[in-house]
């Protein structure tokens, strides 16, 4: 005998064969909301037509087809079985495309859903418990159950509906389904769970905070982790469900307690990191989205960035990465977007302390001037993931790393080339970084000094050209606004300061305040260099007044309620506007 997932999958194609739109044709997508159609409701048939009466008389032709319908044998006996359904089967139907009597989709249509929803669940329930070694006395509750778990997607486009959805026990319901012994039940399950609380749904947050709420309670996020690792992705069928599974973790994400509930339990991050590290021939869709998902949960919060660390996850990403050192993933592949993503899910982890010290002793810094040297693709984001393990104040051993690994020749080579905006925001903040936490005197702070005044100042002269390049920016942005701010009263200019720095910083205010902090500093600690500068800001008739400007309004935008990293910062701030008087 069939086991019972052959014969659902036979009767499941049955049932996305016979969904015809109005013309005639037919719709491959088997989740396809069902809609009204123009003319009389009356006259139109709702959902799937019913077989012929004829069918066991049309098998026995010549071909074991129906004359001209392409329907096989094995298909026609599944047929059967829908001959045996409900007389209220058609009902369902007209329910889920909206066809109640007032012709409205309003919570009395949504009761009436879900009465005939708990019924299909109760009915299949009892006759798998019955017939539990007979699946064909079953199989047609089974199809008329996975009909009606896509029918609910039609909630999507009524989300007003979702708090009464909940409160009449349907979230709960569906999410119970997730346990069912047929997987193809289940993954159906998820895709709609999935669909009900993706991102494109026009729903309010009230509504959609309801219904995530009701999931949660119904315990999804343990049945979700149940499934992914009951699927096996070898299977087409299971490996679409591990896409909905991600699906629904990524939209569950924007809340950031769940985000941080799912790095801590279930144990996604675990599978997560297993995931990423499967071999395969070219990168799937799913591996993909798995490193997308990584990337999602780390940026979401402190404490799933120290899990995923203690899971030895810096080191992990690491090996995963450094294949790219010299090769680039093809552009537009799935591969591109997973190497993408890793580089994000490492540049979270550097931020924390332990990452910094797991970046260290994985040889990370290494890795990263290796990828500066002789990679492409990866060069622009190893610049980055440089910037980040070298900034704050726990900066100071990657800072000494780089100065020993010969990475003073690769960053300084890098400087003195044009680069995009990006680029050059995160060279300069490796090197104000370096001149901030490298200990004065050392061997590494003087090799990194000698840097700047070699080649007769060379390096000056190009951080001066980008600070010129930046500060013509901001200042024609900055007198686009003393213009508007001229018309508003006192009020209105707070309401607008958000979008005043937002578009100073889009032109350049972050990079030049972070050049004038390097200049700042050359200025305090060489004369020669303190000279060159006075010499370069005279030719256009300016002072050591411009860049004490620049630094005296990073001090005055500072937090007084910041953490004691950034009152350190401001400290600094204070003694180099002291040095440039």
């Given at each position: 005998?069939?086991?019972?997932?052959?014969?659902?999958?036979?009767?499941?194609?049955?049932?996305?064969?016979?969904?015809?739109?109005?013309?005639?044709?037919?719709?491959?997508?088997?989740?396809?909301?069902?809609?009204?159609?123009?003319?009389?409701?009356?006259?139109?048939?709702?959902?799937?037509?019913?077989?012929?009466?004829?069918?066991?008389?049309?098998?026995?032709?010549?071909?074991?087809?129906?004359?001209?319908?392409?329907?096989?044998?094995?298909?026609?006996?599944?047929?059967?079985?829908?001959?045996?359904?409900?007389?209220?089967?058609?009902?369902?139907?007209?329910?889920?495309?909206?066809?109640?009597?007032?012709?409205?989709?309003?919570?009395?249509?949504?009761?009436?859903?879900?009465?005939?929803?708990?019924?299909?669940?109760?009915?299949?329930?009892?006759?798998?418990?019955?017939?539990?070694?007979?699946?064909?006395?079953?199989?047609?509750?089974?199809?008329?159950?996975?009909?009606?778990?896509?029918?609910?997607?039609?909630?999507?486009?009524?989300?007003?509906?979702?708090?009464?959805?909940?409160?009449?026990?349907?979230?709960?319901?569906?999410?119970?389904?997730?346990?069912?012994?047929?997987?193809?039940?289940?993954?159906?399950?998820?895709?709609?769970?999935?669909?009900?609380?993706?991102?494109?749904?026009?729903?309010?947050?009230?509504?959609?905070?309801?219904?995530?709420?009701?999931?949660?309670?119904?315990?999804?996020?343990?049945?979700?982790?149940?499934?992914?690792?009951?699927?096996?992705?070898?299977?087409?069928?299971?490996?679409?469900?591990?896409?909905?599974?991600?699906?629904?973790?990524?939209?569950?994400?924007?809340?950031?307690?769940?985000?941080?509930?799912?790095?801590?339990?279930?144990?996604?991050?675990?599978?997560?990191?297993?995931?990423?590290?499967?071999?395969?021939?070219?990168?799937?869709?799913?591996?993909?989205?798995?490193?997308?998902?990584?990337?999602?949960?780390?940026?979401?919060?402190?404490?799933?960035?120290?899990?995923?660390?203690?899971?030895?996850?810096?080191?992990?990403?690491?090996?995963?990465?450094?294949?790219?050192?010299?090769?680039?993933?093809?552009?537009?592949?799935?591969?591109?977007?997973?190497?993408?993503?890793?580089?994000?899910?490492?540049?979270?982890?550097?931020?924390?302390?332990?990452?910094?010290?797991?970046?260290?002793?994985?040889?990370?810094?290494?890795?990263?001037?290796?990828?500066?040297?002789?990679?492409?693709?990866?060069?622009?984001?190893?610049?980055?993931?440089?910037?980040?393990?070298?900034?704050?104040?726990?900066?100071?051993?990657?800072?000494?790393?780089?100065?020993?690994?010969?990475?003073?020749?690769?960053?300084?080579?890098?400087?003195?080339?044009?680069?995009?905006?990006?680029?050059?925001?995160?060279?300069?903040?490796?090197?104000?970084?370096?001149?901030?936490?490298?200990?004065?005197?050392?061997?590494?702070?003087?090799?990194?000094?000698?840097?700047?005044?070699?080649?007769?100042?060379?390096?000056?002269?190009?951080?001066?050209?980008?600070?010129?390049?930046?500060?013509?920016?901001?200042?024609?942005?900055?007198?686009?606004?003393?213009?508007?701010?001229?018309?508003?009263?006192?009020?209105?200019?707070?309401?607008?300061?958000?979008?005043?720095?937002?578009?100073?910083?889009?032109?350049?205010?972050?990079?030049?305040?972070?050049?004038?902090?390097?200049?700042?500093?050359?200025?305090?600690?060489?004369?020669?260099?303190?000279?060159?500068?006075?010499?370069?800001?005279?030719?256009?008739?300016?002072?050591?007044?411009?860049?004490?400007?620049?630094?005296?309004?990073?001090?005055?935008?500072?937090?007084?309620?910041?953490?004691?990293?950034?009152?350190?910062?401001?400290?600094?701030?204070?003694?180099l506007v002291d040095a440039l008087r």
């Open positions: 005998m069939a086991s019972i997932d052959d014969l659902f999958k036979v009767i499941d194609a049955v049932y996305k064969a016979a969904k015809i739109t109005a013309n005639g044709d037919v719709k491959r997508n088997g989740n396809s909301r069902v809609e009204d159609a123009d003319g009389d409701e009356d006259d139109m048939e709702a959902g799937p037509a019913l077989p012929s009466d004829e069918v066991e008389e049309t098998i026995d032709d010549e071909e074991g087809r129906f004359f001209g319908g392409g329907i096989t044998s094995d298909t026609a006996d599944a047929l059967n079985f829908i001959d045996e359904r409900d007389k209220g089967d058609d009902a369902v139907w007209a329910i889920a495309a909206g066809k109640n009597k007032a012709g409205k989709i309003d919570a009395v249509w949504l009761r009436k859903l879900a009465l005939n929803f708990e019924r299909r669940i109760s009915k299949n329930s009892e006759l798998r418990a019955k017939f539990e070694d007979d699946p064909q006395k079953f199989m047609g509750s089974e199809a008329d159950l996975d009909a009606d778990i896509k029918a609910l997607s039609i909630l999507s486009d009524h989300p007003d509906l979702y708090g009464e959805f909940a409160k009449l026990g349907c979230v709960a319901s569906l999410v119970s389904l997730l346990s069912h012994e047929n997987t193809d039940i289940a993954i159906d399950s998820i895709e709609i769970i999935s669909e009900l609380t993706d991102e494109d749904v026009e729903a309010e947050q009230g509504q959609w905070d309801l219904l995530v709420d009701a999931l949660l309670e119904a315990d999804l996020l343990s049945l979700l982790y149940d499934n992914i690792a009951r699927l096996d992705e070898e299977n087409e069928s299971d490996r679409a469900g591990v896409y909905h599974v991600l699906s629904v973790l990524e939209n569950l994400s924007s809340r950031t307690t769940i985000a941080e509930t799912l790095g801590r339990d279930p144990p996604f991050l675990p599978w997560l990191l297993q995931r990423i590290q499967k071999k395969e021939r070219i990168i799937s869709q799913n591996k993909q989205y798995a490193a997308e998902i990584l990337a999602i949960l780390l940026q979401s919060s402190s404490s799933n960035r120290t899990r995923f660390i203690d899971l030895e996850g810096v080191d992990i990403l690491l090996q995963v990465l450094s294949p790219y050192r010299k090769r680039d993933p093809a552009k537009g592949t799935e591969e591109e977007e997973y190497v993408e993503n890793l580089f994000d899910s490492q540049t979270c982890c550097v931020d924390e302390p332990n990452g910094k010290t797991k970046f260290l002793e994985a040889e990370g810094i290494e890795l990263c001037l290796i990828m500066l040297r002789e990679g492409k693709m990866s060069k622009p984001r190893a610049l980055r993931l440089l910037d980040h393990a070298l900034g704050g104040p726990d900066g100071a051993a990657c800072c000494e790393k780089l100065v020993e690994a010969a990475g003073l020749k690769v960053v300084f080579n890098a400087f003195m080339k044009k680069h995009d905006n990006q680029a050059t925001e995160h060279l300069l903040g490796i090197l104000a970084s370096m001149l901030r936490s490298l200990p004065a005197n050392s061997a590494e702070r003087i090799r990194l000094l000698a840097k700047f005044v070699e080649k007769d100042y060379d390096k000056i002269d190009r951080a001066m050209k980008i600070r010129r390049e930046y500060a013509s920016k901001v200042v024609a942005v900055d007198k686009e606004i003393q213009i508007e701010r001229a018309k508003l009263s006192v009020e209105e200019r707070e309401n607008r300061a958000d979008e005043w720095l937002s578009r100073r910083l889009d032109a350049g205010l972050y990079s030049l305040q972070t050049v004038d902090v390097i200049l700042a500093w050359l200025v305090a600690e060489d004369s020669g260099a303190k000279k060159r500068i006075l010499g370069l800001l005279g030719e256009r008739d300016e002072s050591l007044d411009f860049i004490r400007a620049t630094l005296q309004d990073q001090l005055k935008s500072g937090d007084v309620t910041a953490e004691d990293s950034d009152l350190v910062y401001q400290d600094i701030l204070a003694t």
